[in-house]
């Protein structure tokens, strides 16, 4: 091609819709086909044709970009490839396997961090964003800028800049969360009180699942031998292993605002008339929430658990930013994905990291299969 | 309605890309394109950089490249800026796909990482072929594999011991451990009201576990120790590996006191720790600094008429093997084995490394040439710079030859984090590694 | 009813979403702030909450860096053709799941769930791998043309949810009027889930607009480059001095398409579906 870039991807682009309205149409006749061929009624037919026409981009673009890649990743799982090597795959079979589920404790205790961060992160994060959307749903003014203020987070991703912000917020001695966490303890003394029952539940917890994943107790019992924090204590974050997790949870939280999205256009769905009819039989905020808004938001709640699970087991980049540049903490807060990069493309074992990648995705197809089959106790589409 | 206005923005765009001066997108375009008919087939020399400042790549674009044009008609030199972050990605694309830039800018300790899929430039660039080589200071290390040359360093950046001297308490610089622990004790405090640190006696690589692997390498070789015994096993069930650990863990007492303490690290800011804020005439916080020139403030502070720069010096008391080391990272670039015109990228590379050039190009860097004849002019200028490149060339330790070192970085930070949590004793860290470290070096 | 509680409600509402809001903005403030500091006070130690003398030098110099304007415009050309490709295909695509009864339907969307679960590190190597077979690297289509196949899982996902609750006698109606499905997407569905749409736009938009690795890889050459790995390539590893206001200029001016995107498509989001299309 010698046009210049810009007319390359339009013409490609160009082509490309061309190609997929062929295949389309392709696809959509071929099932017809079958469907004619294995005696379906005539309307069955018509829908069939429409049916992969329409799902037809969404396949093609499956086994163009995805299954193609994924046989690639599939294949190089049952070798030794390392990408620095000069030498081509070798065939080892099952060893990548073996030794990923019975001889790796640091995968072990990446899935052990993982599933902490996503029972502790993912509940919260859907809590938070469903507070919020509730809150930004009543009448306030400005409530533009504060639903800005609140998707600002994902805008701005997780770039130096944003590394750099939370570095100076979650320092121990002088960042700003801390000093709130200080204020509030001088000035009301329960609180304080409070303040450090919590750091030592906290610690107690994240050494217990820190010697799960190690295998050894030591920290716990340190943690249990050091005994109630004393009084100018106050979270640790981004400079304790005990703390490392919280962190990211707070991190993730932060990064709410897409659910919070979701939340608030599915609490603006919700008819008026069912409201006004709950004011007129007297109902207060409690009971509008919850006999009215709630059950109406189940399928947005079920959407962000859906993806909100699948993001959090799949967890990387707050992880990396946080501490990418403190190694010695990563350990205490490695997540599955992470370690697949750190295979992949730090120790450049593309073939071990392609055998992670499948165990990855196998663990997460078996917890969201489970999602799912329970999903029929507690969602109602509306009318569906 | 929106889809009118993406629409539009299509067709305006494409507007704009018509009218846009083409100029720029001819480099690529060429790149891509189907042989012009030319005498000779057209090709690209593509290199991949990381370590360059707007006027490096200007630099290359108005004086390097086109000589190197000129003299070889038919070639055109393509520079491709790309940044560190994602490189890890992008290198494995490289080398999986087999195709990509010919000439590639790696990090220090890549050689061992990549060495196999580099180019052999021993014929290009040895000293049979090229007399100049043999200017080239330590650094050159870096850029081997097996013994044979596979690219060119460009810069070194050491790391030194940088102190205040008006805050030190006590003689400056420590010569040995015991000395160290001592002048930790005396220059750290701790502010009771936030359990944090208020002044830090050693800031290493890592200011909150002070056990970063490169600072536990950099003593590990201040005592004379080896990494590998003569058999290539690894050296970690040494004494002086055992020294190495317990000091790692003795520092880190001395300034936080135990873990139990929970003491908070130094607060975070921009600028070097071991600077002064122009309007508070507060301290950042650190009395020494043990880290590259790039963790200093800049050299036009006026805080440097009281910054000794030092190497390490060790535990001559203990360790009658001890030297004095600055332990340095070289980056460089290296060819790549799948590239078809390695004689080509030679030729660039020796015309990017003249003594002249070498200068050149660290000058736009303020980093100290891998030549040593290339170390005059701001180098000289600069008294810290001078300095620096003194202690370099005498002390100067590559950060290389390290196997399997992304896994040993993650090995080693792993059994240091329990180290500094008191989970481990100085010896299991140490059998730890050597343990793990095997097994990573076996496969 | 005006009662002290709930003036009282009212204000601690107020307070709270104020103070939330500060730390969801603060690192927005911090780039900003830092923008228009000049260099010396940037890396000088200590933290500099707003500049004594705030300076608009950076941004000046940035409007005139030719690099800086050309990231510009990749960025809204890339984003806008690959938004405008897989809104399409994805719309479509769940209209197929949500409003038409095909054979194996329940199985190719479940398979469409899994893709969500492919870590994406998985496949970053075998595609460069794909792409470099078919010497699309260097060039803008490995980044726009996978979208045109309703690439984003999750995006399905969601329209079809949307498009799940609006009730079938609507479709049954039109198909009885004579319609086919073309007629029934075109004019009936898709203008009732205006809001999800925004919303999916406005999610595609943020992640096109902020994507660093998948340029990064396969662009390759600074007139390509889009917005965010042009300015990865502003820090300098091994410099003594980061520019800090130029990259935080450069980041802040990165952030404000898309919060100019969001506020206009917060009323699309939020004006909201009234499911009445039962009532007529």
């Given at each position: 091609m010698t046009l210049n870039p810009y007319f390359e991807v339009l013409f490609t682009a160009v082509l490309t819709i061309g190609f997929i309205i062929v295949t389309s149409l392709g696809l959509g006749q071929l099932a017809r086909f079958i469907a004619r061929q294995v005696g379906a009624s005539k309307r069955h037919q018509e829908n069939t044709f429409t049916g992969y026409a329409f799902a037809a981009p969404w396949i093609v673009g499956f086994l163009i970009f995805v299954i193609v890649p994924l046989g690639y990743s599939f294949y190089w799982s049952f070798t030794d490839y390392r990408?620095?090597?000069?030498t081509p795959p070798n065939w080892i079979g099952l060893d990548n396997y073996a030794r990923l589920i019975t001889n790796d404790p640091g995968f072990r205790s990446s899935i052990v961090n993982t599933l902490y961060l996503t029972a502790v992160g993912l509940p919260l994060m859907i809590a938070v964003a469903l507070f919020l959307a509730v809150l930004l749903n009543?009448?306030?003014?400005?409530e533009r800028v504060f639903r800005m203020a609140f998707y600002l987070p994902v805008i701005l991703g997780f770039n130096t800049a944003v590394l750099l912000a939370w570095r100076l917020m979650l320092?121990?001695?002088?960042g700003i969360i801390n000093q709130l966490i200080r204020a509030l303890s001088t000035a009301f003394p329960p609180i304080s009180y409070l303040n450090r029952g919590i750091i030592f539940v906290q610690e107690l917890i994240s050494a217990l699942f820190l010697g799960i994943s190690s295998g050894k107790f030591t920290l716990l019992n340190r943690v249990w031998e050091a005994g109630f924090p004393a009084?100018?204590?106050?979270?640790m974050w981004v400079e304790s292993p005990l703390w490392t997790k919280m962190s990211v949870v707070l991190l993730m939280i932060w990064g709410c605002g897409s659910m919070m999205l979701i939340f608030l256009s599915g609490l603006n769905n919700i008819p008026r008339e069912l409201h006004d009819a709950a004011d007129v039989d007297g109902a207060n905020n409690w009971q509008h929430f919850w006999k009215i808004s709630f059950p109406l938001l189940t399928p947005y709640v079920f959407y962000n658990l859906i993806v909100g699970l699948i993001a959090c087991l799949q967890i990387f980049e707050p992880i990396y930013v946080l501490y990418r540049d403190s190694q010695p903490l990563v350990p205490s807060t490695i997540s599955m994905v992470y370690y697949l990069w750190q295979a992949s493309f730090?120790?450049?074992e593309i073939g071990y990291g392609s055998a992670i990648s499948w165990v990855i995705l196998l663990i997460i197809m078996a917890v969201t299969a489970i999602q799912f089959m329970i999903q029929k106790r507690w969602v109602n589409y509306d009318l569906y | 309605m929106r889809t009118k206005i993406f629409i539009l923005l299509i067709l305006t765009s494409v507007l704009f890309s018509a009218c846009a001066s083409p100029t720029p997108t001819q480099a690529p375009a060429e790149a891509t394109t189907?042989?012009?008919?030319?005498?000779a087939e057209p090709v690209t020399l593509k290199i991949y950089l990381l370590d360059y400042t707007p006027d490096t790549i200007a630099w290359l674009k108005s004086d390097i490249n086109p000589a190197f044009e000129a003299a070889h008609p038919g070639v055109t030199v393509e520079i491709t800026e790309g940044s560190w972050s994602g490189w890890d990605t992008t290198f494995a694309g490289f080398f999986a796909a087999g195709e990509g830039p010919d000439i590639i800018n790696l990090g220090s300790e890549m050689n061992t990482l990549y060495g196999p899929s580099l180019a052999d430039m021993e014929q290009y660039l040895g000293a049979a072929a090229w007399?100049?080589?043999?200017?080239?200071?330590?650094?050159?290390?870096?850029?081997?594999?097996e013994g044979k040359l596979r690219g060119l360093p460009i810069f070194t950046a050491p790391r030194y011991v940088f102190c205040r001297t008006d805050l030190a308490?006590?003689?400056?610089?420590?010569?040995n451990f015991a000395d160290w622990v001592a002048f930790a004790k005396a220059n750290t405090t701790i502010d009771a009201a936030t359990?944090?640190?208020?002044?830090?006696?050693l800031v290493p690589v890592?200011?909150?576990?002070?056990?970063?692997w490169q600072w536990w390498l950099l003593v590990y070789y201040s005592l004379g120790?080896?990494?590998?015994?003569a058999d290539g096993?690894?050296?970690?069930?040494?004494p002086e590996a055992l020294a190495t650990t317990q000091f790692m863990l003795d520092m880190r007492q001395a300034t936080y006191?135990?873990?139990?303490?929970?003491v908070g690290a130094l607060p975070a800011g921009q600028g070097?720790?071991?600077?002064?804020?122009?309007?508070?005439?507060?301290?950042?916080?650190?009395?020494c600094l043990a880290h590259?020139?790039?963790?200093?403030?800049?050299?036009?502070?006026?805080v440097w008429e009281n910054i000794s720069i030092e190497p390490f010096y060790g535990d001559p008391a203990n360790f009658p093997n001890s030297k004095p080391v600055v332990l340095a990272f070289n980056d460089w670039l290296a060819v790549a084995?799948?590239?078809?015109h390695k004689d080509l990228a030679a030729d660039w590379l020796k015309m990017a490394f003249t003594k002249e050039a070498n200068h050149k190009w660290n000058e736009t860097m303020s980093l100290i040439p891998s030549r040593n004849d290339a170390q005059y002019g701001y180098v000289t200028d600069s008294p810290q710079l001078k300095k620096e490149a003194e202690l370099a060339s005498k002390y100067g330790v590559g950060?290389?030859?390290?196997?399997?070192a992304a896994k040993l970085s993650v090995i080693m930070q792993e059994a240091l984090g329990k180290l500094i949590t008191e989970e481990l004793t100085p010896a299991e860290v140490n059998a730890q590694i050597q343990e793990q470290y095997l097994i990573a070096l076996g496969k | 009813m005006r009662t002290v509680w709930h003036i009282t409600k009212r204000i601690v509402l107020y307070i709270f979403l104020t103070s939330a809001s500060i730390v969801m903005s603060f690192p927005l403030f911090w780039m900003i702030s830092s923008s228009f500091k000049t260099l010396e006070e940037t890396n000088s130690p200590g933290i500099i909450l707003w500049p004594a003398h705030p300076t608009l030098d950076a941004y000046i110099a940035i409007f005139k860096n030719i690099d800086f304007l050309r990231s510009y415009f990749n960025s809204v050309f890339y984003t806008s053709l690959s938004l405008i490709g897989t809104l399409a295909s994805v719309a479509v695509v769940a209209y197929a799941f949500s409003r038409v009864k095909w054979p194996g339907r329940n199985v190719v969307f479940f398979l469409m769930l899994s893709?969500?679960?492919?870590?994406?590190q998985a496949l970053l190597v075998p595609q460069y791998v794909f792409f470099n077979k078919l010497h699309?690297?260097?060039?803008f289509n490995p980044i726009v043309i996978?979208?045109?196949?309703?690439?984003?899982a999750a995006m399905i996902f969601l329209l079809r949810q949307s498009m799940a609750q609006i009730p079938v006698e609507l479709d049954e109606s039109a198909f009885m009027d004579g319609a086919n499905h073309l007629q029934v997407f075109w004019e009936i569905i898709l203008p009732l889930v205006k809001a999800p749409l925004a919303i999916v736009s406005t999610f595609l938009f943020v992640g096109l607009w902020n994507s660093l690795l998948a340029p990064l890889i396969y662009l390759q050459t600074i007139s390509l480059y889009t917005l965010p790995v042009y300015v990865s390539t502003?820090?300098?590893?091994?410099?003594?001095?980061?520019?800090w206001p130029t990259i935080m200029t450069a980041a802040v001016l990165t952030t404000v398409p898309l919060m100019v995107v969001f506020f206009i498509a917060q009323r699309y989001i939020l004006e909201g579906v009234v499911i009445s299309g039962l009532k007529g």
């Open positions: 990408v620095t090597e000069n009543q009448k306030t003014r400005g320092n121990t001695g002088t009084a100018n204590r106050v979270p730090r120790n450049f | 189907v042989p012009e008919p030319a005498a007399p100049d080589i043999s200017n080239f200071g330590p650094a050159l290390e870096n850029a081997k594999f308490v006590g003689s400056l610089p420590p010569k359990n944090s640190l208020t002044q830090q006696a890592d200011a909150g576990s002070m056990a970063d120790g080896q990494l590998y015994k096993t690894p050296n970690f069930d040494s006191g135990p873990a139990a303490d929970a070097s720790v071991i600077d002064i804020n122009d309007e508070t005439a507060a301290n950042n916080g650190a009395v590259s020139g790039w963790a200093a403030p800049a050299f036009d502070r006026p084995d799948y590239s078809k950060f290389a030859g390290i196997a399997e | 893709t969500m679960m492919i870590p994406p699309w690297i260097g060039s996978p979208g045109f196949f309703a690439g984003g502003l820090y300098n590893i091994n410099s003594a001095v980061q520019p």
